[in-house]
Structure formats: structure tokens, C-alpha cells
T-cell receptor, first 114, second 113 residues
Framework: DVKVTQSSRYLVKRTGEKVFLECVQD?????MFWYRQDPGLGLRLIYF???????EKGDIPEGYSVSREKKERFSLILESASTNQTSMYLC?????????????FGPGTRLTVT | KQEVTQIPAALSVPEGENLVLNCSFT??????LQWFRQDPGKGLTSLLL?????REQTSGRLNASLDKSSGRSTLYIAASQPGDSATYLC????????????FGTGTRLQVTL
């Protein structure tokens, strides 16, 4: 079974803090993704990585950065957290290839910025 | 730009009913379409993936169909149970987008006793 884990289920941070969200997958997947999910807006892709040290911007990268130093781990960084970054953050992974491969999701991190 | 729409936004049915959830997409140039389930406050669970060359996929009481020419997919749930209550999301993988899915906003299903 594919397992995608996220470091925290719930997180409360203050405005201006630097925030790290960690995601680990155990299936040797090449692709990893960070999404945020907001009511009425659905899931939106923040960043995507297709290999170690490789990254690509998604639809809403502003205010975020990412790091992928090892294949199994993909980190999302909020350099200076703001209240509009309060959201549910979901990590996913998949095998390489566009046609066939499902994306598998972690349990999510509910981040509140006060 | 690909847009994915799910109607209705919410649905309530009595236990035992068969039901259909709808998903439409604006750009038919897709590699595949994936259906997910999400329980409140949780992550997404993949239910079914239909390749662009396929017409349908089945898993247990679930059957998903795909009609690329009309830009539609449906998820059929047979003999619904209270445990099926969740939000159901569809997502399309557009060609040339390097594994990036476009999600619908979901249909929230409640199956009542």
C-alpha cells in the first residue's frame, strides 16, 4: 500500500513566522505535489517536483517555496506566514508518467495563521 | 485553461438508492480522469482512474464512465450505504501538463438511514 505521511495534522502559527510542512512517501515515487484546499475554491496546486532538487511552480506559488533533497521527502515552506495562508495543505505523490499513474494523498495539515 | 465542474454541489439520498455523480471538463485533451473520496478533515482517497482510451472502470459498487467527446464523466454508486457519505472529487489530467491534475470542487454526498 502506498503511504504518504505529513508531519502534522494541525498547526497554529503566528503571522510572520517561517513555517515548514513536511511530506514523506514510501513508494519510491518520482513525482510529489503540494496542494492547498479552500472552501469554494477546491484543490489548487502550489508546487510540483518530478525529481530530487527539481521543482515546478503550480497555479499559486506566491508566498511559498519548496525543497526536495531526497526522493521520499518534499517540504513546503512558508517564508513569512500570513493569515491568507490559513488553509488545508495536502501532499500527494505518483509514479512518473502522464498516462497511467494515480496520485496518492496524505492526510492533510490544517494550518491556522493568527 | 481546463475547468472541471461538479454538479450538484450536495446530494442527500436514502440508504439503498443507486446514484450518479456528474463531472464535466472543458478541454477534452486529457490523459485520464480520476475520482477521489474525501472524508471531513481528511486527505483524498483514490477510487477509480479512467484512461483516456477507456470508457469505464469498475470497483465493487462503484462504476465510473468517461465520454471525452462530450467532456463528461459520471460516478455511479450502487446500493448506497451511510458509509458512502463523503465528498467526491473528480480530477482531469490534461495532456502536456506533466502530471498536474485539475480538480472539480466536489459533490458532498449524504446517505441517510
Amino acid at each position: 500500500d502506498v503511504k504518504v505521511t505529513q508531519s502534522s495534522r494541525y498547526l497554529v502559527k503566528r503571522t510572520g513566522e517561517k513555517v515548514f510542512l513536511e511530506c514523506v512517501q514510501d513508494m519510491d515515487h518520482e513525482n510529489m505535489f503540494w496542494y492547498r484546499q479552500d472552501p469554494g475554491l477546491g484543490l489548487r496546486l502550489i508546487y510540483f517536483s518530478y525529481d530530487v532538487k527539481m521543482k515546478e511552480k503550480g497555479d499559486i506559488p506566491e508566498g511559498y517555496s519548496v525543497s526536495r533533497e531526497k526522493k521520499e521527502r518534499f517540504s513546503l515552506i512558508l517564508e513569512s506566514a500570513s493569515t491568507n495562508q490559513t488553509s488545508m495543505y495536502l501532499c500527494a505523490s505518483s509514479r512518473q508518467g502522464r498516462r497511467n499513474y494515480e496520485q496518492y494523498f496524505g492526510p492533510g495539515t490544517r494550518l491556522t495563521v493568527t | 485553461k481546463q475547468e472541471v465542474t461538479q454538479i450538484p454541489a450536495a446530494l442527500s439520498v436514502p440508504e439503498g438508492e443507486n446514484l450518479v455523480l456528474n463531472c464535466s471538463f472543458t478541454d477534452s485533451a486529457i490523459y485520464n480522469l480520476q475520482w477521489f473520496r474525501q472524508d471531513p478533515g481528511k486527505g483524498l482517497t483514490s477510487l477509480l482512474l479512467i484512461q483516456s482510451s477507456q470508457r469505464e472502470q469498475t470497483s465493487g459498487r462503484l462504476n465510473a464512465s468517461l465520454d471525452k467527446s462530450s467532456g463528461r464523466s459520471t460516478l455511479y454508486i450502487a446500493a448506497s450505504q451511510p458509509g458512502d457519505s463523503a465528498t467526491y472529487l473528480c480530477a482531469a489530467l490534461k495532456t502536456g501538463t506533466a502530471s498536474k491534475l485539475t480538480f472539480g470542487t466536489g459533490t458532498r454526498l449524504q446517505v441517510t438511514l
